[in-house]
Structure formats: C-alpha cells, structure tokens
C-alpha cells in the first residue's frame, strides 16, 4: 500500500508525521468543524453539497475560511490524487486556530487550522440484501445545534459504542418528547405499514445530511415521494423497513432494533429500490469536484 499523505495547514506531510499544536482549539475546545465525503473512481461524490454544508457550518460557527472554495476543491483532490484513492473517503476539518487557552475567539489574525486526510475503505457493495444491520436506541443528549457539522461529537462517540458493544451498526436517538431524531453518523428513515416513507424534517435538532437530500433529489426524479416529519421509537419498531444514510454507509438497511426485527428482519422493497438508486448515482459520478 501507498503511504498515506495528510495535507496539515499548507503541507503535505506523512500521514505519521502530520500533527496541530497543542493549543489547537478543535483538540481544546472542539471548536471546530468537518465533512467527510465519499470517493469512488478517484471522484467525490456529492461535493458540491458537502462544500455547501461546510460553508454554512463555518458561517454558523463565526469561523473563518481557510482559503477559497476553488481552492479546497484542488487541495482535497490532491490529497485524494497522493494517498492514490480509488475508493474511500476523505476528511477534512478545519478549527479557529491555534492559540493560548481562552473561552473567547482568539484574535482576527490568528489563522484557522486545516486538515485533510484520505483514506481507502472497502469496496461499495451493491448486495444490498446482505447488507441488513442492527441498531440500538439510545437518548440524544447532544447539543442544540446539530445542524452545524462540529467536531463536538462526544454523545455520538458514547453512542457508537454502546452499539459496538452490543454487536450493532448503529444507535438511533430519541429526544425528550419520544421522537427518533437521526443516527449517532446518519440520517433515519422507515416505511410504515401504510407504506409511506418517513424521515425528520429539517432543523436544528438533525444534521441535513448530504446523502439524504441527494437520494430525495433522485427519488424526485422517480417518483418516489417521503414525508418529511418526526416519528416515534414505535412508530419504528412498528414499521416494515427501516435504513439509515450517510456518506459512509450510502443507503444501509436497518432489520432490528433493540433486538426487535423491523417488518420481516430483511432488507425491504423499497429499501433495495432506493439503495439501487443511490448505486447508480454513485457510479455515474464524475470528476464531481
Ligand atoms: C449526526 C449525523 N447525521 C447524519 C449524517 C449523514 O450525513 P451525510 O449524508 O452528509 O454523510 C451524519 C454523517 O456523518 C451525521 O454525523
């Protein structure tokens, strides 16, 4: 295997060498923000919303940009270009900098730190009906603002955990009222008994996830139509299929939860319709960025 490149404010270092300062505010603070994008064929899949996402993160979080929008596109594919990706995903992530330890922003000057790592994963799969995997509910007790991608993200470390530890994929959260808010790394849809396909609707209380508005954006073209709205731990548990989507797991079927099957604990119709959907897109994607 090639050695790995990261790409560390302005260098491009060996993955082993590449570090940030100590008083990097995203290791202190996590006041910071990331993405995480697919590539497949050496391409970025749904780049332009990724770097969409991103924009509104940093603008939300008062953080500067690092460099322009052209500019990162040219960095992360040449990051992607010296780790000799074909397919995996790459990571970006950018902070307020380094600086003595302080609460409150550190000067205007102060430049934001940028890191870019790439890293081959396995091979998409396309049999879907084995792809089928369990997850665990869990509380959300994360932060107010998760539409903003930071790098904050101790509940969901809690939370993957606790479903590693019980032989899971995933664990859904669940709010104070009862409503299933999204995966600790994905966004959660189901179909009812009445057929009809359901995930939560924008806000601040989820993440809009990249996959989730491209694979609506596909449907759209299909035909396929889902509600957009919130629903209950029952509500899931009571459904015929559920899945989850993310840049990592595209569209992963979900068969149980809390050990109790979904529908019939396989991978369901429209499931597999979907994840044949998104499928297409990936492969058709070129030179996305
Ligand atoms: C909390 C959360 N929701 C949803 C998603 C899915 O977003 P995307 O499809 O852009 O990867 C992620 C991805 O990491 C996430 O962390």
Redesign the pocket.
């Known amino acids: 295997m090639a050695s790995r490149i990261a790409y560390v404010n302005g260098q491009y270092l060996p993955h082993s060498e590449a570090a940030v300062h100590v008083e990097d505010r995203g290791y202190q603070f996590a006041d910071g923000v990331y ?2 994008i697919h590539v497949f064929n050496g391409d970025f899949i ?1 780049a332009d ?2 770097l969409a ?1 991103l924009e509104r993160s940093l603008r939300e979080m008062q953080l500067r940009q690092p460099m322009s929008m052209r500019a990162l596109r040219a960095v992360l594919a040449e990051v992607v270009r010296r780790n000799r990706i074909h397919e995996g995903i790459v990571y970006l992530q950018i902070t307020r900098g380094a600086w003595p330890r302080d609460f409150a922003f550190p000067p205007a000057h102060v430049p934001p730190s940028l890191v870019i790592t790439a890293r081959a994963i396995p091979r998409y799969r396309e049999d879907v009906e084995n792809l089928g995997e369990r997850a665990i509910s869990i509380p959300d007790i994360r932060w107010k603002r ?1 539409d903003i ?1 930071s790098v904050s ?1 101790l509940p ?1 470390v809690l939370g993957k955990q606790k479903a590693r530890e019980a032989g899971c994929y995933e664990a859904i959260m669940i709010d104070d009222d009862g409503f299933i808010t ?6 959660f849809w189901i179909v009812g008994q009445d057929g009809v396909l359901r995930t939560r609707h924008l806000s601040s209380d ?9 694979l609506m954006a596909l449907m759209e073209g299909e035909g396929i139509k889902a509600i957009q709205e919130k629903f209950t731990l029952e509500d899931a548990l009571a459904a015929r299929e559920a899945f989850v ?5 595209f569209v992963k079927p979900i068969v149980a939860i809390d050990d109790k099957p979904v529908g019939n604990g396989k991978p369901g119709t429209i499931t597999r319709t979907l994840h044949k959907l998104y499928t297409a897109h990936v492969k058709a994607h070129r030179r996305a960025a």
Not at 182 to 187: A, D, F, K, P, V
């Open positions: 993405e995480v749904d919303p990724h996402r998760r991608k993200l969901s999204e995966g600790t790394s994905s966004n989820i993440l809009a996830g990249c996959t989730r508005g491209s989507t993310s840049a990592t797991s």
